[in-house]
């Protein structure tokens, strides 16, 4: 007979319904977390998906507020209170001198009328001031009729009309002005009275234009 020794035989120590008594779980050392489950890479992409569409939203609206409109883009440049109509280019006096410069110096220049007084020369300066200076001085200034060489086509005669109807002041300080730009780029310059001539001869003659030239 078997002899029992120690008394009562000692449980082992662990929780209840565990076969494996005693062993520990091992804490996992940093950065060996398993990946991210299947579950978590969908998420990702719609948020992805989501700010793209913000983003493209966001920036569609700015394009279209900083794009004009229809209606701006076909709104008139001319304000809603300005009309325009044609007006006659010459009186009907000068009108029917320029038929007649033409005839009396058709074999020789081309007629122009109502020309800028600046279209007429290549102004140059020392300095940018000084053109600018006299650029404006002569701005808003037209002759009458400017006789053009058809080879050079610059201009070798102008012809003015005296009004007798101007103020005798603004008159005298426009004429010394074109006189002397006149002079200084050598143009000739007839000036016409009233009454003006109505035959071609006569005014071949005031023009000096011979019978050779």
């Known amino acids: ?12 120590s662990g929780r209840p319904g565990n076969h494996r008594a005693g062993r520990t779980r091992l804490a ?10 299947p579950q978590e ?14 983003l493209m939203i ?10 004009p409109s229809k ?18 280019l010459l009186t009907e006096a000068e009108g029917s ?26 102004i140059k300066a020392a300095s940018r001031e000084g053109r600018l200076t006299f650029l404006r001085s002569i701005a808003l200034k037209r002759v009458d009729f400017v006789l053009v060489h058809p080879g050079t086509l610059t201009a070798a005669k102008v012809v003015e009309l005296d009004d007798p109807s101007a103020p005798p002041g603004p008159s005298l ?10 002079q200084a780029a050598g143009i ?15 005014l071949a003659t005031l023009l000096g234009l011979g019978a050779d030239e």
Not at 28 to 37: H, K, M
Not at 41 to 52: T, Y
Not at 58 to 67: H, M, P, S
Not at 99 to 109: G, S
Request: glycine share 6%; charged share 20%.
């Open 28 to 37: 996992r050392p940093a950065g060996t977390d398993p990946p991210a489950g």
């Open 188 to 202: 000739d310059c007839v000036r016409l009275q009233p009454p003006f001539p109505s035959t071609v001869p006569a």
């Open 97 to 122: 001198l320029y038929n007649l410069l033409r005839l009396a110096v058709q074999d020789h220049y081309l007629v122009f009328a109502q020309v800028p007084l600046w279209r007429l020369f290549d």
């Open 58 to 67: 966001w920036a569609g609206k700015t394009w279209f507020e900083k794009r």
């Open 71 to 88: 209606q701006d883009a076909l709104a008139s440049p001319i304000p809603a209170d300005v009309s325009l109509q044609t007006q006659p």
């Open 173 to 182: 300080a426009r004429q010394r002005l074109l006189d002397a730009a006149l």
């Open 41 to 54: 890479e969908p998420v990702s992409l719609l948020l992805m998906a989501a700010l793209g569409l913000i």
């Open 1 to 12: 007979m078997r002899q029992c020794s120690g008394g009562h035989r000692r449980r082992t």
